[in-house]
């Protein structure tokens, strides 16, 4: 079976995807490092050096420096399927990562995006 082309995908091509669409809605850069670092454990430095090295995706969380484990807690649909119900690992990680940015473009605080409640 091949891999979904989005695991050998540079981070740093879906990066600027999320800014952007975060900033559509008035929400900012800083606030999807945030949310990325929450996620992953990647401090900024250690994001800016994964986007400098053109990382894959597949590798970015691979090599994540501390899976939030808080994000279990991240239920919904992303992409007509339910992130909770996604098998596959990287997927699933790959999906959270694209919930939080839409709760983000959503307009939901950063306290709930980050499930501080």
Same mark, same amino acid.
């Given at each position: 079976?091949?891999?979904?082309?989005?695991?050998?995908?540079?981070?740093?091509?879906?990066?600027?995807?999320?800014?952007a669409k975060a900033e559509r809605k008035g929400r900012t850069k800083?606030?999807?490092? $945030?949310? +990325?670092?929450?996620? *992953?454990?990647?401090?900024?430095?250690? %994001?800016?050096d994964q986007l400098e090295k053109q990382t894959d995706v597949e590798?970015?969380?691979?090599?994540?420096?501390?899976?939030?484990?808080?994000?279990?807690?991240?239920?919904?649909?992303?992409?007509?399927?339910?992130? $909770?119900? +996604?098998?596959?690992? *990287?997927?699933?990680?790959?999906?959270? %990562?694209?919930?939080?940015?839409?709760?983000?473009?959503?307009?939901?605080?950063?306290?709930?995006?980050?499930?501080?409640?």
């Amino acid at each position: 079976m091949t891999k979904h082309r989005i695991y050998t995908m540079s981070f740093a091509r879906v990066y600027p995807e999320y800014v952007a669409k975060a900033e559509r809605k008035g929400r900012t850069k800083a606030e999807v490092d $945030e949310i +990325i670092g929450w996620l *992953t454990g990647y401090s900024p430095e250690g %994001l800016a050096d994964q986007l400098e090295k053109q990382t894959d995706v597949e590798t970015f969380l691979a090599e994540a420096p501390q899976l939030n484990p808080a994000r279990a807690m991240i239920k919904g649909v992303v992409c007509g399927v339910r992130v $909770e119900d +996604i098998e596959e690992p *990287t997927m699933r990680e790959i999906r959270y %990562l694209d919930k939080l940015i839409d709760e983000l473009a959503k307009g939901k605080t950063m306290e709930k995006i980050l499930r501080k409640m």
